[in-house]
């Protein structure tokens, strides 16, 4: 294991843009994997597997970052405030989302596409993150991409109270606990491959337990992380893990594997690439080059956008090649545009229910070293993690960027809040009383 590095600024991936407030290197991530998505998509099934490729970057990312909020407000302030924390969740996922379910009748109107008839049943799907279940079971409706939101928002729904059941099992151990959530991802990934040998194609596609190993496997790198695990690859590896994700979808869609679960069982170690990218994001300057970053930025808009615009059927007829590009560009537009004049100002509201900095806690657990035991490994975590709060708030402070600290990568907050109300309404404590 390499030597931990002596100060924060020794961090790379976890290293903050101080003009921005963001993560970069995860927002190149971010970038590359819902480009994957598009390209899926834009192709016509010439890519084919990108598209659950990108997908499961996006989920290992969401329960690496959910997970190291959660135990980092823990941590901090001796439990985690629920109303807070779905509060957050709401202000980033549902404004885009009730825009692009708004909008779809209209554009299915405009287009004069057929399955504007039978629009209804896709749209609440797709409103009451149940996509997964009507996809899973053969019945995908115009939003079916909506499927993976569905998955996460679900997990976002049950993850903090399986924490505090998991610290309470632990006794809140940070090894133990980190060993605990290691032992449900395994179990995942087993149910995994038990989907793909006997579900059918649609549920092991979309189901949500059959989707439950890319989350659980970044929630794992988290809690080891806080156990004082800094679990990072040599250059080497990330790159290997990049160009795995990048070329093994293209090669394995034109592999003729001779049934759907032979190639099921092919694409999944590639899925899984999305872990070891995250380990070692630190070591890909790709990641931080500005237009990765920038679509990372937009990634949310751009996967609401990107399908619905590219599956249109103009008087029933699909659309070609070049107007699929189209699509795939005018997606763009409507994803910046969801950015910048609806998604952003939300955040705004959204940085008043933050109660710890994602940017500065990932900063902090790259910055501490092995402990020899499982009590050093939890306060050297914890320790640091404050010492990194405090000069994070600091910086923010002489640079003037704490409001757009709030943005987050892909809207979770970097910024630390001040706020440190007396009493925390709905909350769940992982194995500490409430603060006082």
Not at 77 to 97: E, H, I, K, M, W
Request: neutral net charge.
């Amino acid at each position: 294991m390499d030597a931990a590095p002596s100060t924060l600024r020794q961090a790379t991936v976890e290293r903050l843009d101080p003009t921005t407030g963001r993560l970069p290197a995860l927002d190149g991530l971010r970038g590359i994997a819902v480009l994957l998505v598009v390209v899926s998509h834009v192709s016509s099934y010439q890519a084919e597997e990108a598209g659950p490729t990108g997908v499961s970057i996006f989920f290992v990312l969401s329960g690496f970052l959910i997970t190291s909020l959660l135990l980092a407000e823990r941590d901090r302030r001796g439990g985690v405030d629920l109303r807070a924390f779905y509060t957050r969740r709401a202000l980033r996922l549902f404004p885009a989302l009730f825009l692009l379910v708004a909008a779809t009748p209209v554009v299915l109107w405009l287009a004069d596409d057929p399955r504007l008839s039978q629009v209804t049943d896709g749209l609440l799907t797709a409103l009451f993150y149940v996509q997964d279940f009507a996809s899973g079971t053969g019945h995908p409706g115009v939003l079916g991409h909506a499927w993976s939101l569905s998955v996460e928002e679900q997990f976002y729904l049950i993850w903090p109270l399986a924490l505090a059941a998991i610290a309470l099992a632990t006794r809140a151990n940070p090894r133990r606990f980190a060993s605990a959530v290691s032992l449900l991802a395994g179990l995942a990934l087993i149910w995994h491959l038990v989907d793909v040998l006997g579900a059918s194609l649609d549920w092991t596609s979309f189901g949500p337990d059959a989707n439950a190993v890319f989350l659980l496997v970044g929630c794992a790198l988290a809690a080891h992380r806080r156990a004082g695990r800094r679990l990072t690859l040599p250059g080497w590896a990330a790159s290997a893990a990049l160009a795995l994700v990048l070329v093994g979808p293209l090669v394995l869609t034109h592999v003729e594997a001779g049934h759907w679960r032979i190639q099921a069982l092919l694409i999944f170690p590639v899925c899984l690439a999305g872990l070891p990218l995250v380990m070692g994001a630190a070591r890909l300057p790709v990641l931080a080059l500005p237009v990765l970053r920038w679509f990372g930025t937009i990634s949310y808009g751009l996967y609401l956008w990107n399908w619905l615009l590219i599956s249109l059927q103009p008087s029933g007829q699909g659309l070609g090649s070049v107007q699929r590009l189209a699509a795939a560009i005018a997606s763009v537009g409507a994803a910046a545009a969801s950015w910048y004049l609806m998604e952003k100002p939300v955040l705004r509201l959204k940085h008043r229910f933050e109660r710890v900095s994602l940017g500065t806690v990932i900063a902090a657990q790259e910055a501490v070293p092995e402990a020899s035991d499982a009590g050093a490994a939890g306060s050297a975590a914890a320790g640091a993690a404050g010492d990194a709060g405090s000069a994070a708030a600091g910086a923010a402070g002489a640079a003037g960027v704490a409001g757009s600290a709030a943005a987050g990568a892909q809207g979770e907050p970097v910024g630390y809040s001040e706020q440190q109300p007396g009493a925390i309404a709905g909350a769940v404590f992982l194995g500490s009383p409430p603060p006082s």
